[in-house]
């Protein structure tokens, strides 16, 4: 078994570092770059960053934080929120980030995955699925570019725009289109699940895990260090990403990690 990772999530929003539940009701929980230093002393393999208001006039916001952050740790992160085109990637990762988070873009112009991947790296390529769950509904909207799924019975719908636009995208299937179009990571989020501390969508993670070869991140609703162990045994993640749980001092890192190898599991 491939050794399991521990990823704090920043949400950021105009500089500073936000928690919600399901995407609304932000609280302030700190400076990102202050916030980054400590996951870096406390041991954690990787760090997302997330501008969940991202638009053409924070982009300079963005990328200052993007520098700092780089001056300050030692551990790869992953920025996204408002990346377009790969000339955005490119402003991202030469501020000083390993790799470039993509949601809404990939589902509206799917060869930006192909595209920046062979600039980049596949590794440095991950693509966001927010999803929600809807049962067996058959989608019936036309999303842009045609992307998979669109008449298919599904258990999860692919949203974007920050979670406030259905796509009538079926989950694994945009996940295994994704694979194929190059990217090296997926971060999935369950929008159901998120800040509500009542655990992972462990149906979902699995599912998506099981459908592609590439590392899947777990993302929304950890509220225990149980809940990580579910969502890396029994929901197949590669690795978990955490936010409240850290971010407000419940657990460190290394409490964290301790807990998952007395488990059994192997990590970083």
Known sequence: ?????????LDVDGGRVVKGIRFVDLIDAG??????RRYDREGADELVFLDITASSDKRDIVADMVRRVADSVFIPFTVGGGIRTVED????????ADKVSINTAAIKEPS?????????????????IDARRVGNKVATSEPAAS??????????EVYIHGGRTSTGIDVIEWAKRVEDLGAGEILLTSMDCDGTRKGYDLDLTRGVA??????????GGAGSLEHLYEALSEGKASAVLA???????????????????????PMR
Not at 89 to 96: D, E, Q, V
């Open 1 to 9: 078994m491939l050794a399991k990772r521990i990823i704090p999530c």
């Open 31 to 36: 400076d990102p770059v202050e916030q980054a």
């Open 89 to 96: 990637m490119r402003a991202i990762l030469t501020s000083g």
């Open 112 to 128: 930006i995955i192909t595209e920046g991947a062979r600039a980049f790296g596949s590794q440095a390529i991950v693509v966001a």
């Open 147 to 156: 992307p998979p799924g669109n008449a298919a019975p599904q258990l999860w």
């Open 210 to 219: 099981q459908a592609v070869s590439i590392p899947v991140i777990a993302s």
């Open 243 to 265: 936010a409240s749980i850290f971010h407000f001092g419940e657990f460190t890192i290394g409490r964290a990690k301790e807990y998952l190898r007395d488990r059994g599991l």
